[in-house]
């Protein structure tokens, strides 16, 4: 018999079917037993009325009748007639998968990855994160960018700074990207829109629920722009589309988190850095650092502004300092001490940055003498701006952040498969 598709069992009411899968719980009534399986498409409740062996987690072979039942999920249950297992556990658990809330500590979660993820509520997880990624490439191309796949191993580190991985490559020292940021410059000039889906390597010590230092970025540049405000509009449309394909699509994973899609606005709400930082202190009292351009308290207290004043839970953050951009950078034309650089926060939490790019040889060379950074290396990125680069802008959003804010989630840890930090490296 061939096997169907637990998604498929609708069709088939009143046949013998074959279905495989993973027993995800098990329970007994009197003399009927009841088994929960779940294949890559869905799941369905079989009944037995026999003894039935089959444990949480084995691999099974099931062949049984279709049946209409209004009280089983999807409507529908199989009345077993016989069950193989193919594969069992040799050891016990080391955690309930059966229970609708696995309620681990971090730690455990995680050291225990490849256990934890096959339990339906961490599995809603990353069905969710398939359809962010799904949404973030269709919306992209809809809006005629062209998909690029760039360098991980580079000669010299993308963002300057202290926050990168060395590591050895043959008789030289190369760099892990921190972003994909020298390359979707270039492809400018030959696609004049790209975006890229891929993995960013970020060497901060940090101990943080936000932080990890491998992730996946969602990053897209564009020319021929007027001003920076033409990228945020850019990408104002494309998160709009990808948040109305997530809460159409990703309906069911939501309900179990208990949470509805936020409206991304026609237009994200904006405001100069600056301007918020004065608004957080006369409005909620409190002082964002000297130290700090904005810190997660004011970022915080930036949505909750967004929120009550213009019912978003999107705002833009403009106009960053000079001083905190790297080099590549545009300067305000009207106060060189701040940028055409922005920052998106999603329910008070920053998911991504973008800016307009310097785009003429002698002022990004300037810019680099002015930050004291060294051309060693870069040439191959700085050569192609004496070749007539067209102004040009884009953002990398940090794909993990957004579900993390979307479900709710404590730790960014969560929203990622398996996850790098300070401390850990496997599994």
Same mark, same amino acid.
């Given at each position: 018999?061939?096997?169907?598709?637990?998604? /498929?069992?609708? #069709?088939?009411?009143?046949?013998?079917?074959?279905?495989?899968?993973?027993?995800? /719980?098990?329970?007994?009534?009197?003399?009927?037993?009841?088994?929960?399986?779940?294949?890559?498409?869905?799941?369905?409740?079989?009944?037995?009325?026999?003894?039935? /062996?089959?444990?949480?987690?084995?691999?099974?072979?099931?062949?049984?009748?279709?049946? %209409?039942?209004?009280? %089983?999920?999807?409507?529908?249950?199989?009345?077993?007639?016989?069950?193989?297992?193919?594969?069992?556990?040799?050891?016990?658990?080391?955690?309930?998968?059966?229970? &609708? /809330?696995?309620?681990?500590?971090?730690?455990?979660?995680?050291?225990?990855?490849?256990?934890?993820? =096959?339990?339906?509520?961490?599995?809603?997880?990353?069905?969710?994160?398939?359809?962010?990624?799904?949404?973030?490439?269709? %919306?992209?191309?809809?809006?005629?960018?062209?998909?690029?796949?760039?360098?991980?191993?580079?000669?010299?580190?993308?963002?300057?700074?202290?926050?990168?991985?060395?590591?050895?490559?043959?008789?030289?020292?190369?760099?892990? %990207?921190?972003?994909?940021?020298?390359?979707?410059?270039?492809?400018?000039?030959?696609?004049?829109?790209?975006?890229?889906?891929? &993995?960013? $390597?970020?060497?901060?010590?940090?101990?943080?629920?936000?932080?990890?230092?491998?992730?996946?970025?969602?990053?897209? #540049?564009?020319?021929?722009?007027?001003?920076?405000?033409?990228?945020?509009?850019?990408?104002?449309?494309?998160?709009?589309?990808?948040?109305?394909?997530?809460?159409?699509?990703?309906?069911?994973?939501?309900?179990?988190?208990?949470?509805?899609?936020?409206?991304?606005?026609?237009?994200?709400?904006?405001?100069?850095?600056?301007?918020?930082?004065?608004?957080?202190?006369?409005?909620?009292?409190? #002082?964002?650092?000297?130290?700090?351009?904005?810190?997660?308290?004011?970022?915080?207290?930036?949505? =909750?502004?967004?929120? #009550?004043?213009?019912?978003?839970?999107?705002?833009?953050?403009?106009?960053?300092?000079?001083?905190? =951009?790297?080099?590549?950078?545009?300067?305000?034309?009207?106060?060189?001490?701040?940028?055409?650089? $922005?920052?998106?926060?999603?329910?008070?939490?920053?998911?991504?940055?973008?800016?307009?790019?310097?785009?003429?040889?002698?002022?990004?060379?300037?810019?680099?003498?002015?930050?004291?950074?060294?051309?060693?290396?870069?040439? $191959?990125?700085?050569?192609?701006?004496?070749?007539?680069?067209? &102004?040009?802008?884009?953002?990398?959003?940090?794909?993990?952040?957004?579900?993390?804010?979307?479900?709710?989630?404590?730790?960014?840890?969560?929203?990622?498969? $398996? &996850?790098?930090?300070?401390?850990?490296?496997?599994?």
């Amino acid at each position: 018999m061939q096997r169907i598709l637990i998604k /498929n069992l609708g #069709e088939k009411s009143g046949e013998e079917v074959k279905i495989l899968g993973r027993v995800i /719980n098990t329970r007994k009534l009197g003399n009927i037993s009841f088994v929960l399986v779940q294949d890559y498409t869905g799941a369905v409740q079989t009944v037995w009325e026999m003894e039935i /062996n089959a444990k949480v987690g084995d691999a099974i072979e099931i062949n049984g009748e279709v049946k %209409a039942e209004e009280r %089983a999920k999807g409507g529908i249950e199989i009345h077993g007639k016989d069950i193989k297992i193919i594969s069992t556990s040799i050891e016990e658990l080391p955690f309930d998968l059966a229970k &609708p /809330n696995l309620n681990l500590q971090l730690t455990t979660l995680l050291d225990h990855r490849p256990l934890s993820l =096959r339990h339906p509520k961490v599995q809603a997880i990353f069905r969710l994160y398939d359809l962010l990624l799904k949404n973030y490439d269709l %919306a992209m191309r809809e809006e005629n960018f062209t998909e690029i796949k760039t360098p991980k191993l580079l000669e010299v580190a993308s963002e300057g700074g202290a926050n990168f991985f060395k590591i050895n490559y043959f008789e030289k020292t190369a760099y892990l %990207a921190q972003s994909p940021q020298f390359y979707k410059q270039i492809m400018v000039g030959v696609f004049e829109r790209v975006f890229e889906i891929g &993995p960013v $390597f970020r060497a901060e010590p940090h101990f943080t629920t936000r932080h990890v230092n491998e992730y996946i970025s969602l990053d897209a #540049e564009m020319g021929f722009i007027e001003n920076f405000t033409d990228v945020m509009k850019m990408f104002n449309k494309v998160l709009r589309k990808i948040f109305e394909n997530i809460g159409e699509e990703g309906g069911e994973y939501l309900k179990i988190y208990g949470v509805e899609i936020s409206e991304v606005p026609e237009n994200i709400p904006s405001i100069k850095l600056s301007e918020i930082k004065k608004i957080i202190k006369e409005k909620y009292g409190y #002082e964002v650092p000297k130290e700090t351009d904005i810190n997660p308290e004011g970022e915080r207290l930036a949505g =909750r502004y967004a929120k #009550e004043e213009f019912n978003s839970d999107f705002i833009f953050i403009t106009h960053y300092p000079w001083s905190d =951009r790297p080099f590549y950078t545009m300067p305000d034309s009207d106060n060189p001490e701040e940028t055409y650089g $922005f920052d998106l926060l999603f329910k008070g939490l920053e998911i991504a940055t973008g800016a307009q790019r310097i785009h003429l040889y002698d002022q990004l060379v300037e810019n680099m003498k002015k930050k004291g950074v060294h051309s060693s290396g870069m040439e $191959f990125y700085l050569d192609i701006f004496k070749f007539g680069m067209p &102004p040009h802008g884009g953002w990398g959003l940090g794909s993990e952040r957004i579900i993390q804010q979307i479900l709710g989630l404590e730790s960014i840890k969560e929203a990622v498969l $398996f &996850p790098r930090d300070v401390k850990r490296l496997s599994p």
